[in-house]
C-alpha cells in the first residue's frame, strides 16, 4: 500500500464531507515554515486541520519534526497510516493528534478506521500560524486593523511581529483562516479545491 491509494481515498473523504460547505478549503501539500516542510492535506475552515499520511512504504524517520512543526500551526491534526508502523507512530505523535489507520483490501482497496479522534492543539504558536500568511495579506490584515503605519516597507518578520502583537489570538487565527480560504493563486504545482467557488 503507497501513499497515493491512501491520499486518493482520504482526498475522495473530504471531498463529499465539504462538498457543500462554502467556507471549506482542502488542498495537498500545505506549506508551513515558508515551504520548509508540507502537510499532506489541510482543511481549512473554521480550524486548520492537517492530515499526515505514513504509509507501509514509508519511513518514520522525518515523523519527529514533523510532528514539531505541524503541532505549531493546526488546530486539528491527524496521522493516517498503514498497520506496519502503526505501533511506533503512536509511541511518537502527541496524543491530541487523531489516528486513522489504513488497510489495504483484498481486492485492492483502501479502508480507513478511526483509532483516535484528534483533539485541539493544547499549544499552537501564533508567530508560526502568522507566517502561513503572504507579506501582502499580513500588511492586509494590519491596514483592516488601522495599526499598519511603521511596518509598510518593513521586512514580513517584521509585520508579522507587529500581528502577533497587537491582536486577540483568536481573532487573528480567524483572520489568518479567512485568508487563507479566499487566497487565489497558491504556488504552482499545489492542487486545492474551494468549495466557495
Request: no cysteine; proline share 3%.
Amino acid at each position: 500500500m503507497k501513499d497515493r491509494d491512501i491520499r486518493i481515498i482520504l482526498m475522495a473523504e473530504l471531498n463529499r464531507r465539504y462538498t457543500k460547505d462554502a467556507n471549506t478549503l482542502v488542498m495537498e501539500e500545505f506549506g508551513v515554515k515558508n515551504g520548509a516542510a508540507r502537510i499532506d492535506l489541510v482543511v481549512v475552515n473554521h480550524v486548520i486541520h492537517g492530515y499526515e499520511i505514513k504509509s507501509d512504504l514509508d519511513s518514520l524517520s522525518r515523523l519527529p519534526e514533523q510532528v514539531r512543526v505541524f503541532s505549531s500551526v493546526v488546530d486539528l491534526m491527524t496521522l493516517v497510516i498503514g498497520y506496519r508502523h502503526a505501533y511506533n507512530a503512536l509511541k511518537i505523535v502527541p496524543e491530541w493528534w487523531g489516528v486513522r489507520l489504513a488497510e489495504k483490501k483484498e481486492r485492492g482497496g483502501v479502508v480507513l478506521t478511526s483509532a483516535r479522534l484528534p483533539h485541539s492543539n493544547p499549544a499552537v504558536n501564533l508567530q508560526a500560524v502568522v507566517a502561513l500568511l503572504w507579506r501582502d495579506e499580513a500588511l492586509n490584515i494590519l491596514e483592516k486593523m488601522g495599526a499598519a503605519d511603521g511596518v509598510r516597507s518593513k521586512a514580513r518578520t517584521e509585520i508579522y511581529r507587529r500581528l502577533v502583537q497587537i491582536s486577540e489570538p483568536d481573532y487573528l487565527r480567524s483572520m489568518i483562516r479567512q485568508q487563507l480560504r479566499s487566497r487565489k493563486e497558491w504556488r504552482v504545482g499545489v492542487r486545492y479545491k474551494s468549495y466557495g467557488d
